[in-house]
Nanobody, 125 residues
Framework: QVQLIESGGGLVQAGGSLRLSCAAS????????MGWFRQAPGKEREFVAG????????YYADSVKGRFTISRDNAKNTVYLRMNSLKPEDTGVYYC??????????????????WGQGTQVTVSS
């Protein structure tokens, strides 16, 4: 069983920054792509960013491109999401997820098989 544990969320003012972390259990972390999604109250879960198993390829939603950076450290079984220039519309619960093999359609929730419990990010105006 794979466990994904997110951390790093919190309350931040607009324009501020946060770094989210997602620690994964298991020995095969480096074999899987990973993704970050978010869900605001009353809205569907939406794709934020994805990263290939090696970390060589990244994917971003248009709404976060240029502001957020996804990265991973396979030696630490951890994927990160650096969020800069935060906006109130970035508020939501952020989830990390493990991608299936093969990793097609990074923005589709069905592409992922394991999910963390989420960490709350609140951006005040």
């Amino acid at each position: 069983q794979v466990q994904l544990i997110e951390s790093g969320g919190g309350l931040v003012q607009a324009g501020g920054s946060l770094r989210l972390s997602c620690a994964a259990s298991g020995r095969t972390f480096s074999s899987y792509a990973m993704g970050w999604f978010r869900q605001a109250p009353g809205k569907e879960r939406e794709f934020v960013a994805g990263i290939s198993a090696s970390g060589g390829t990244t994917y971003y939603a248009d709404s976060v491109k240029g502001r957020f950076t996804i990265s991973r450290d396979n030696a630490k079984n951890t994927v990160y999401l650096r969020m800069n220039s935060l906006k109130p519309e970035d508020t939501g619960v952020y989830y990390c997820a493990r991608g299936r093999i093969p990793y097609y359609r990074p923005s589709n929730t069905a592409t992922y098989d394991y999910w963390g419990q989420g960490t709350q990010v609140t951006v005040s105006s």
